[in-house]
């Protein structure tokens, strides 16, 4: 079978081809960076924690490569359990790296604060760009009540 390099049919098999392959190339390039979040049971972000006592702050951080610090950026908090939620403000410092921090207790939800109770879970979500790339992690509430 001969193929004749010259006629508009092979033509456009290339071009397809071509085309097809810089799709391939651009997809496997431009893979969206998934956001992360840690939390922290101290101010300075030092101590990793995710089981929090009655009264606790709970210090968050996102890490999202896209998002610029413009806006007002929120992350929710729903415990799993009850289903109450509060949104909690995030500042950008350093550059992609976002902080805030919340309450959780057991007392009524407030602006700041989360009202868990002793075993509850909660879930942190966090999509700061929008992009679908969001990332959520789960809390733990441990009041230290020893079963009688």
Not at 69 to 85: H, K, M, P
């Amino acid at each position: 079978m001969r193929v004749d390099i010259a006629s508009g049919k092979a033509k456009k098999l290339i071009i397809v081809l071509l085309s097809l392959i810089l799709i391939m190339g651009i997809t496997t390039v431009a893979a969206a960076h998934q956001d992360m979040i840690f939390t922290y049971s101290d101010a300075a972000y030092t101590q990793p924690e995710t089981t929090f006592d009655d009264g606790d702050t709970v210090y968050v951080e996102v890490t999202d490569n896209v998002t610029t610090g413009t806006g007002t950026l929120v992350i929710s908090i729903t415990n799993d359990q009850l289903g109450n939620s509060i949104s909690v403000s995030v500042t950008e410092t350093p550059t992609y790296i976002y902080r805030g921090d919340f309450i959780i207790h057991s007392g009524a939800d407030t602006a700041t604060a989360l009202h868990m109770e002793h075993g509850q879970t909660a879930t942190i979500n966090a999509d700061l760009d929008g992009e679908g790339d969001g990332a959520t992690k789960q809390i733990t509430a441990d009041y230290g009540i020893t079963p009688l």
